[in-house]
């Protein structure tokens, strides 16, 4: 778990990355984990928790989106390989 508080604004908190291994996916650990999360950041003063979330993760973005999360809007990111990336920017409002 990665986060970034009060970015890129005051209140609210970025969750730069948030990761479960593989063979214990599936099992709510993850919903569970979001949900701390925020628990944690609304404790701590925070009022949304914000994620990035690449287009192509179909997967991710649609446990976001059970995890309470909508899409503020996309963004797309220039790489290195000369390729683009195009990220929903995701928040849940706390």
């Known amino acids: ?5 009060n970015y890129p604004e005051d209140g ?15 099992q709510g650990l993850g919903s569970r984990l979001v949900d701390a999360i925020c628990t944690h950041i609304s404790k701590q003063g925070g009022r ?3 994620i990035a979330v690449a287009d192509k993760n179909t997967r991710a973005i649609r446990f976001w989106e059970r995890a309470g999360f909508s899409t ?13 990336l195009l990220l929903h920017v995701m928040e849940r409002a706390l």
């Open 1 to 5: 778990i990665d986060i970034i508080q």
């Open 12 to 26: 609210i908190w970025f969750v730069g990355l948030l990761f479960v291994a593989r063979g214990e996916r599936g």
């Open 48 to 50: 949304a928790a914000r």
């Open 72 to 84: 503020l809007y996309s963004a797309k990111r220039e790489r290195a390989q000369s390729t683009s």
